[in-house]
């Protein structure tokens, strides 16, 4: 099932963009970017959540001023905390390994320059987790596909030069935490 949704999200993403790109080419739609994303994990049962800076990666194709495709891509960061269950001290530690989406953009234009938009889509996330206690320590990789969406706002600094800065909740499926990132992203248009 996991490797039914993870190649129906790649699959779609390339169909989408390569169909945006063709379709779009000539009216400096296409973009590319790159910054950093703060993301939070919580789960259920665990009173302290997980927090850390990594890296992202865009691009996307705009095919009018209110609609567009957008794919994300971010890695890394690392974040421990120590808790109590059942008596018991744990020490755990998550380590965001992938972050993959795939999104239909939706924008209002604001000014010529300044836009809102929202996002809604499918992410896969893939990170490591470990724990410690008294009875030892393990340590395991979990990866899940769910539903996402997001609001941002961006700024074209130039025609070819745009900020990005935006919201996502990547777990709006039936899941026991919740993943979000705030990203601050500088792309450019061709």
Sequence with gaps: MFKKSLSALAVGSVVALSLGLSAAASANSAYIGAGASMWNFSVDGISDDFSATGFTLRGGVDYNEYLGVEIHAAFGGSDSNS??????????????????????????????????????G?????????????????????????????????????????????????????????FDTFSLVGSYRF
């Excluded at 490591?128 to 609001?151: Q, R, V, W």
């Design 83 to 120: 808790f109590r269950t059942s008596g018991i001290n744990v020490d755990s530690e998550f380590e965001l390994d992938m972050l993959f989406s795939s999104f239909i953009k939706g924008k209002l234009p604001i000014t010529s320059e300044f836009r809102a938009f929202g996002l809604a």
């Design 122 to 178: 499918i992410s896969y996330l893939k990170g490591t987790e470990s724990i410690s206690s008294i009875y030892g320590s393990y340590s395991a990789s979990a990866d899940d596909t769910n539903f996402a969406a997001g609001l941002g706002v961006e700024y074209d600094i130039t025609p070819n030069f745009t900020v990005t800065g935006d919201v996502i909740r990547h777990s709006l499926d039936k899941s026991d935490y919740d």
